[in-house]
C-alpha cells in the first residue's frame, strides 16, 4: 500500500512560469514531509521541508504548502528555470518509533522548456 | 560540507557474482540506508542501520544482506546478483538530531 503518492509521473512548465508538484499522502502519523530534487546519475539532494505544525513554508523560490485535512502537500517554484529541471520525490515521516524512515513518493519528473 | 561517499559511481557484474556497495560518511550519523531507486518505482528502502552493528530490514530485503562494522561504514551485499538487480543504488544517512537524510551520488550497477 502506497502511502505517500506523487500521481503526476511527469510535468512540463515554460521557463519564468510556476510549477506545481502535488503529492498526497495516506498515513494521518505522518507529521514531517520533505521535497527532495534529483538529476540524473546523482543522488537526492534535500530541497525544503515542513512540519505538520505548519502549512507554509519558503525557501527563496521554493514554496511547501501542506493541508493536512485534505493529506495533501504541493511544491510550488516561482519562476521555475531550466535548472529545475529534475525528479523530484515527495517524503513523509513520523514521529516515535520508526521516525528513522522516510517514506517516499515515486518521483514527478519536471522539466522546465526553455 | 557533510559527505556520504559511495565507492564506486558505476558497476557491471555477472549473474551469480558476489557483490559489495560500499557506503561511507563522514558526519558521525547513527542511521544509514540503502534505497534503489528504478523508473516508475521511485525510492525503495532495502535495508537500514541505526546503530553500529544494527541492521533492520526495509521494503524489499530479499537478495540483499548488510553489514555495519563501523559507524561511519555501511555495505551492501548483493550475495548473489541477478538481472533484476540491475538498479541505480543509494546510500543516505541521517543524524540523531535530523529529520532529513544525506544522500550519496548513487552507484548504477549492471548485471549481465
Known sequence: DQQVKQNSPSLSVQEGRISILNCDYTNSMFDYFLWYKKYPAEGPTFLISISSIKDKNEDGRFTVFLNKSAKHLSLHIVPSQPGDSAVYFCAASKSGAGSYQLTFGKGTKLSVIP | ?112
Open chain 2, 1 to 112: 560540507d557533510v559527505k556520504v561517499t559511495q565507492s564506486s559511481r558505476y558497476l557491471v557484474k555477472r549473474t551469480g557474482e558476489k557483490v559489495f556497495l560500499e557506503c561511507v560518511q563522514d558526519m558521525d550519523h547513527e542511521n544509514m540506508f540503502w534505497y534503489r531507486q528504478d523508473p516508475g518505482l521511485g525510492l525503495r528502502l532495502i535495508y537500514f542501520s541505526y546503530d553500529v552493528k544494527m541492521k533492520e530490514k526495509g521494503d524489499i530485503p530479499e537478495g540483499y544482506s548488510v553489514s555495519r562494522e563501523k559507524k561511519e561504514r555501511f555495505s551492501l551485499i548483493l550475495e548473489s546478483a541477478s538481472t533484476n538487480q540491475t538498479s541505480m543504488y543509494l546510500c543516505a544517512s541521517r543524524g540523531s538530531g535530523s529529520r532529513s537524510y544525506t544522500f550519496g551520488s548513487g552507484t548504477r550497477l549492471t548485471v549481465v
